[in-house]
Structures are given as structure tokens and as C-alpha cells.
């Protein structure tokens, strides 16, 4: 049985026509992320955060998962291997491809969070500032986004998963944002096999055994397709 972790990023997404953040007309080329994605910029804007995030989660509810996601959610369904699907993402593109239990450590578009009680519920399109929680009935909603500054979700289970892999993969992710780039360095310290697939350098390649270089519509096929035989 192979134990395998994968982490995504932006760039598994990117051949859907989902932006990336970095790189040539990323989402940080346009907004702050002061602005858009910090508690501090919620409170100050409500508003201009739950449009930047309506606009999001309509075109992630658009998109189509691509032969990445396909050939990751493939994997999981092989005999020999026992995969942990982590995601930096907040698309439901690995759902939309068949996988399973899959790890929102950012949080995810689909789901709405109340800021008063805590309570959770499929987001609808569009959220706004002068929503009412369905439990509480306080308007303090918001998306169920981990923003910067705030604690990644199910960190215990992914340290858990990265303590017992034989294999860890980061696909199109640019490895700049902690704690998610130093999956990485507990994947090494279990004595895991590390690969990464991405476009070109990212600022943690040198950490990677092996590098799959170009899309990751094509790099991810090929690479599942060697443990189906
Ligand atoms: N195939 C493979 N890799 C790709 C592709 C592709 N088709 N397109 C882009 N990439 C790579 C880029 O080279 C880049 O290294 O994907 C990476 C995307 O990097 P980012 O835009 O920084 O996205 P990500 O790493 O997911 O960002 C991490 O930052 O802003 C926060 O919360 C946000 O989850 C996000 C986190």
C-alpha cells in the first residue's frame, strides 16, 4: 500500500480558467490582500470582501475540473494506494473530478460561516453584509474562507497524514504561504519521497526530490499512470 499526500495550489486550477494569486494576472495583482482577505479588511469592508468572494465563488461554480483533478481523484481510487487529498483551494474543482474527503485547509467558496456563533452552511452565491445567520440570526456572516492571519483548518489531520506517507506531492502551488509550504519539510522529516509539479521554480523546489516541469494537465496524468500499472 502507498500512503500518498498531495497539496494543491492555485495552479491545479489554472488550465479550469481559475485565476492563480502570483504570477502574470493573478488575483494580488488586482486587490490587496489587506483588503480582501484579512479579518481586518472584512471589518472594515464588508461589502468590497463579500463581492470579491461572490465573484469568485460563481466563477468556481462555472469551471469545469480539468485532467489534473481527474487524474488525482483516478489515484484515489487505485488498489495500491491510499491517497490524502489536501487543498490550498477554495474551488470545489477536486469534488467536481469525484474526490472524496478532501482537505479545505484554506477553507472553501461552498461554505458560509457565521462570525458570532460559529455555526456553518452551504454559501449561496451571493453573500452580503446584512445576512442573518440561519442559527443565530445575527448578521455576521461570512465566507468559510481561512484568511491571513487566521489558522489553517485540519492541521492536526494533515501533520497526522504528512507523519506516516511514503509519497508527498505539491501541484501548482508557488510555496509561498505558511503553514501549507512547509508540508513540505514534515513530508522529508517522515522519510517521504517528494515531488513537485508546477510551471517553473517555486520558492520551495529545492525541498522536492523530483520535479514534473510544465502543465499540470499534463505532468499529473502521467505520473498517476505509473501507479495504475
Ligand atoms: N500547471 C502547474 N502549475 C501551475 C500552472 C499549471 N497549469 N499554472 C500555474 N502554476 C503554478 C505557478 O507557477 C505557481 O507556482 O501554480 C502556482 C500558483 O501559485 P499561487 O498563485 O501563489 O497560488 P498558491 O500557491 O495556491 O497560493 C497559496 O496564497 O493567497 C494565498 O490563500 C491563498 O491558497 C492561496 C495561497
Known amino acids: 500500500m502507498q500512503r500518498i499526500v498531495i497539496l494543491t495550489g492555485a495552479g491545479v486550477s489554472a488550465e479550469s480558467g481559475l485565476s492563480t494569486f502570483r504570477g502574470g494576472g493573478g488575483l494580488w495583482d488586482d486587490h490587496r490582500v489587506e483588503d480582501v482577505a ?6 472594515a469592508d464588508p461589502d468590497l470582501v463579500h463581492r470579491f468572494y461572490n465573484e469568485r465563488r460563481v466563477k468556481a461554480r462555472q469551471a469545469k475540473p480539468n485532467a489534473a483533478h481527474d487524474a488525482i481523484a483516478r489515484l484515489a481510487q487505485l488498489p495500491n494506494v491510499a491517497l490524502t487529498l489536501v487543498t490550498q483551494n477554495v474551488d470545489g474543482l477536486h469534488e467536481a473530478a469525484g474526490s472524496g474527503d478532501v482537505i479545505h485547509m484554506h477553507g472553501a467558496l461552498a461554505g458560509a460561516l457565521c462570525g458570532a456563533c460559529g455555526h456553518r452552511w452551504d454559501a449561496p452565491d451571493a453573500m452580503a453584509k446584512a445576512d442573518t445567520c440561519p442559527n ?8 468559510d474562507i481561512v484568511w491571513f ?3 489553517p483548518y485540519h492541521m492536526d489531520e494533515i501533520a497526522e497524514a504528512l507523519s506516516r506517507a511514503d509519497i508527498f506531492a505539491a501541484i501548482g502551488t508557488s510555496g509561498r504561504v505558511y503553514p501549507a509550504a512547509g508540508l513540505v519539510d514534515l513530508a522529508r522529516s517522515s522519510g517521504a519521497e517528494c515531488h513537485e509539479f508546477n510551471l517553473d521554480a517555486s520558492e520551495i523546489s529545492r525541498q522536492f526530490h523530483h520535479h514534473h516541469i510544465g502543465p499540470a494537465t499534463e505532468t499529473v496524468p502521467a505520473w498517476v499512470e505509473g501507479f495504475a500499472k
Open 38 to 43: 484579512t479579518p481586518e479588511g472584512f471589518a
Open 136 to 143: 443565530c440570526q445575527t448578521p455576521a456572516t461570512r465566507p
Open 149 to 151: 492571519g487566521e489558522i
